[in-house]
Structures are given as C-alpha cells and as structure tokens.
C-alpha cells in the first residue's frame, strides 16, 4: 500500500491542504492520503490553539465522503505532545507490512527538520513528499545531507501549484469579518460561523 500523511495543526483546514493532497495522490500513485490534525503540536508549545475537538471536526468536514482522503485520531487521543517519528511508527503497526508511506510537506517543514525529534527515524519509516516550486530543491538537501545523513534518498520532490492561503490568515480573516468563501471548503466555513471560532471577544 503507498499511503500518503499530510499532519498538521489544521486551525483551520484549507483549500491549499485539499490541493496539495491531491497534487501528493496523483503525482506518487497514492492509494489514500491520510490527514493527521495534531493533538499537541509541540513545535507550536505557547501558541494559543482551537479545541482538538474543533479541528479535528473541521478536518473531517473538509475530507468529507472523498474516496481517496481519511482522517486519523491517532495524534487526537494520543496524551501529551505529538511527534511525527513516534506517529508514523504507530501507523507502520497498523499497516500491511509492504506498505510505503509518503509523508507530504512544505519547504518549509523540511529546513526544520533537523530541529524535529528523531529525525533520522522520521526518513527511516517514511518517505519525504516536498511542495516545492524552485530551484531550492537540490541545494537544501545537499544542506541537510550534513544534518541528517542519508536524507536526500529519502526525499521526492512535488511540483504543485502555488496557493497563497495559510491558516492564520484565514483566522486574521475571520476576525475581521472578511470573507473566507473559497479560501475554506464551505462546511468548514458553515463551522467556523456557527462555533464562533477565531472570533476575538
């Protein structure tokens, strides 16, 4: 099975998420992308986040009925901080033995990396799916070949398009009573207006 894991805080989940799942699905040949909303991001420790129970609703809503996309609770219920590593171990434990997972992230995500907890045992239990657009590609992991030896095999590259929408500034959005038609998928929006989420007062 190739399974492709797209984790995040999802505050909320956007159409830019959809798109680079997708964009993952087709260009590797993924038999599902499987969305994993964090618990307790630790790389976010302070900042203020939703209720768990909040994304996770929002992350389900935005999945829908799609035949292609999942959600797991894995990170949801787990108690304390969510580390990738110990994630995708706890997936190669449910998963056929054969499975190979693709785990989807930004440039950004990947220049962090090495400040991740175990990173070597993140590229030893998944592959790396990078959203990149230039030429960055080749001398960032000539970079993190030093920090984290034998990343480059792990890595493939993504062409995918270029959406400029993040969750903080749907959340600046919605604070400012601005539109967010299209930048979210409409049941999430519906969400977001009923539960007065990013609404300050």
């Given at each position: 099975?190739?399974?492709?894991?797209?984790?995040?805080?999802?505050?909320?989940?956007?159409?830019?998420?959809?798109?680079?799942?997708?964009?993952?699905?087709?260009?590797?040949?993924l038999e599902?992308?499987?969305?994993?909303?964090?618990?307790a991001?630790?790389?976010?420790?302070?900042?203020?986040?939703?209720?768990?129970?909040?994304?996770?609703?929002?992350?389900?809503?935005?999945?829908?009925?799609?035949?292609?996309?999942?959600?797991?609770?894995?990170?949801?219920?787990?108690e304390?901080?969510?580390?990738?590593?110990?994630?995708?171990?706890?997936?190669?434990q449910?998963?056929?033995?054969?499975?190979?997972?693709?785990f989807?992230?930004?440039?950004?995500?990947?220049?962090?990396?090495?400040?991740?907890?175990?990173?070597q045992?993140?590229?030893?239990?998944?592959?790396?799916?990078?959203a990149?657009?230039?030429?960055?590609?080749?001398?960032?992991?000539?970079?993190?070949?030093?920090?984290v030896?034998?990343?480059?095999?792990?890595?493939?590259?993504?062409?995918?398009?270029?959406?400029?929408?993040?969750?903080?500034?749907?959340r600046d959005?919605?604070?400012?009573?601005?539109?967010?038609?299209?930048?979210?998928?409409p049941?999430?929006?519906?969400?977001?207006?009923?539960?007065?989420?990013?609404?300050?007062?």
């Amino acid at each position: 099975m190739r399974l492709g894991i797209l984790g995040g805080t999802f505050d909320p989940p956007h159409v830019g998420h959809l798109i680079l799942a997708e964009e993952a699905r087709q260009a590797l040949e993924l038999e599902q992308v499987l969305f994993v909303p964090a618990g307790a991001p630790w790389r976010k420790a302070g900042r203020e986040l939703s209720p768990r129970e909040d994304r996770l609703a929002m992350v389900q809503l935005a999945v829908g009925d799609s035949l292609h996309f999942a959600v797991s609770i894995l990170e949801i219920e787990r108690e304390g901080p969510s580390y990738t590593a110990e994630t995708l171990a706890a997936l190669h434990q449910q998963l056929p033995a054969d499975s190979e997972i693709f785990f989807i992230v930004g440039q950004d995500s990947l220049a962090d990396l090495p400040n991740w907890r175990q990173p070597q045992r993140i590229i030893s239990l998944a592959r790396l799916a990078v959203a990149v657009r230039t030429d960055w590609a080749s001398a960032q992991a000539d970079a993190l070949e030093k920090e984290v030896p034998g990343i480059s095999q792990r890595l493939v590259w993504l062409d995918t398009p270029r959406i400029d929408i993040s969750s903080t500034a749907v959340r600046d959005r919605v604070r400012q009573g601005l539109s967010i038609r299209d930048w979210v998928p409409p049941a999430v929006e519906e969400y977001i207006r009923q539960n007065k989420l990013y609404v300050e007062g």
